[in-house]
């Protein structure tokens, strides 16, 4: 199939999305929302064509019902999508329920049922421990053995392109006594690979049982208010300074797209215990790439990265989710942690980017950044490349908005 194309003439040459890829989104072109299928420039509006599944599975603007369904309608979906915008002979039929991406807003391509966030990138959680604790100290005792993680808060995550606010909070500067309510003056943001849930689960499952529940994957930015977690984490973790926004790109790659550009995770410096061992290779070769715009100005690509670094593998976060009984949902989101390279300009978030500030970046303009400034646009992209196609996600982009005023009952 890598070297099939399209009858849809944007979906050759230089695009994201090529008859490769066929990822799912939803979308509202004035029209209502719509479940759709990005092809070139172009997005299939699914319901209207002979897909050959239940039309119940496309009634609502959400994927959820299709990732219920299982593994064997995902194939007959995709294959029969190929079908369609491949073969020259299903052109008048199809053609007409195309719709340019250019005049459509793209919305939740679907329900998050949970939301989980984890810290299996080695490369950011040894620059975060040197930061914070010293380079003896780096890694937290289990780091090698488990992938840590937190629950997250799924009624915060949020499409591409929705502006996110700067949060208020508690925070305690080192040199004060005592803490204050304030705007986060370290907001920042952490590039991660976000896996959905496609299939529910009830007890311990193996990576390889993980891998096969997986529907897709998106890119993943979790805003994060630096100067509130610092004050607030110890000893539960994040929690305030995690839930302002968590933003998704817009369309689900979906696992099988996705294939052929699987490759094992990093070498172990310490074995894994048995449920946690990977039968294959689990990890992808993607490459990913922060931007930064500020208001008014340029766009700046500040740093390249790789998915391939992740430590621990979406369907091990996944398999080791289930160890205590806990039940997977169909909708569930599971985001990687910050994905960091071992140079400086690969790093996945402002505060190893910045060296907690001691080391601001320069931007095109001679301005400098330390962390996300009032008006920033941050866009994360991220493709794999093919021989001669590529399967991108679109852009996961967010623009920062001031705080909230406070309340007068809330000021001092």
């Known amino acids: 199939m890598t070297d099939q194309t399209s009858w849809v003439a944007s979906a050759q040459g230089d695009t994201d ?21 990005a092809i070139g420039d172009m997005i299939l509006d699914v319901a209207k064509v002979d897909h050959g599944l239940p039309a119940d599975l496309f009634a609502e603007p959400a994927w959820n019902r299709v990732m219920e369904a299982g593994p064997e309608i995902w194939a007959k ?18 053609e007409p329920h195309l719709v340019p991406q250019s005049g459509a807003k793209m919305l939740m391509p679907f329900r998050v049922t949970e939301y989980t966030d984890f810290y299996a990138g080695k490369n950011h959680a040894t620059n975060v421990g040197t930061i914070f604790r010293g380079p003896e100290n780096a890694l937290p005792a289990n780091w090698l053995s488990i992938p840590i993680g937190y629950n997250g808060r799924a009624s915060s995550v949020v499409v591409s392109g929705t502006p996110v606010i700067r949060p208020n909070g508690q925070v305690k500067g080192p040199n004060e006594e005592l803490p204050r309510f304030a705007p986060s003056a370290r907001f920042d943001i952490e590039l991660e690979f976000g896996a959905i849930v496609g299939q529910p689960s009830e007890g311990m499952i193996s990576v390889s049982q993980a891998d096969e529940m997986i529907f897709g994957y998106v890119l993943l930015n979790d805003w994060s208010a630096r100067d509130i977690q610092a004050w607030e984490y110890v000893p539960l973790g994040p929690f305030q300074s995690k839930a302002t926004a968590t933003t998704i790109s817009p369309w689900i790659v979906t696992k099988a797209a996705l294939e052929p550009f699987r490759v094992n995770t990093p070498e172990r410096e310490r074995e894994l215990l048995p449920y946690l061992r990977e039968p294959g290779p689990m990890n992808y070769d993607i490459k990913l790439e922060v931007a930064l715009r500020p208001e008014g100005g340029e766009e700046a690509v500040i740093s390249r990265t790789n998915t391939s670094m992740l430590y621990y593998s979406a369907a091990q976060q996944l398999a080791h989710h289930t160890t205590s009984g806990c039940p997977m949902r169909a909708g569930d989101l599971l985001g990687s942690g910050t994905i960091s390279g071992t140079e400086k300009d690969s790093r996945g978030s402002l505060l190893e980017l910045s060296w907690s500030g001691k080391e601001p970046l ?10 996300i400034e009032d008006g920033d646009t941050l866009t994360l992209r991220g493709a794999a490349q093919g021989k001669g196609y590529r399967i991108g ?3 996961c982009t967010g623009q920062v908005l001031p705080a909230r005023a406070l309340p007068d009952w809330a000021k001092e």
Request: proline share 6%.
């Open 17 to 37: 999305f090529p008859i490769q890829n066929l990822p799912y989104g939803v979308f509202d072109d004035g029209n209502g929302a719509r479940m759709g299928v």
């Open 77 to 94: 979906l995709r294959a029969r999508l190929t079908e369609l915008l491949s073969d020259e002979g299903h052109k008048s039929a199809v």
């Open 362 to 371: 320069e931007l095109p303009d001679g301005t400098t950044r330390s962390f």
């Open 393 to 395: 996600f679109g852009d």
